[in-house]
Nanobody
């Protein structure tokens, strides 16, 4: 599975962005998909995850109520990011892994990674 993350950019605080994770080589809806982010000097952390087959999703506390993860039941998973804050600034990565009907919240739960897309939120 090859993953391509896109949609990052520069936005003012309070603004919105939608990230896309497009898969090739397999159907992404057959995998759990997660979005992670890594800010400069910090560890990579989970932001949100989804299992489209079982229709369950996970959100980190820091993004609950602001971010929404969704999929098209085919080859793309999205991360809609609203009310962005400067602390959301990071490189965002999408990842996919075989998790049955569940999702993963650790990087080691995922086997395939996209290349990352930069999100910068100015104050």
């Amino acid at each position: 599975v090859q993953l391509q993350a896109s949609g990052g950019g520069l936005v003012q605080a309070g603004g919105s962005l939608r990230l896309s994770c497009a898969a090739s080589g397999s159907t992404l809806s057959n995998y759990a998909t997660g979005w992670f982010r890594q800010a400069p000097g910090k560890e990579r952390v989970i932001v949100a995850a989804i299992n489209q087959r079982s229709r369950i999703a996970y959100y980190a506390d820091s993004v609950k109520g602001r971010f929404t993860i969704s999929g098209d039941n085919a080859n793309t998973v999205y991360l809609q990011m609203n009310r962005l804050k400067p602390e959301d600034t990071a490189v965002y990565y999408c990842a996919a892994g075989q998790r049955g009907n569940w999702y993963g919240v650790k990087g080691t739960d995922y086997d395939y990674w996209g290349q990352g897309t930069q999100v910068t939120v100015s104050s």
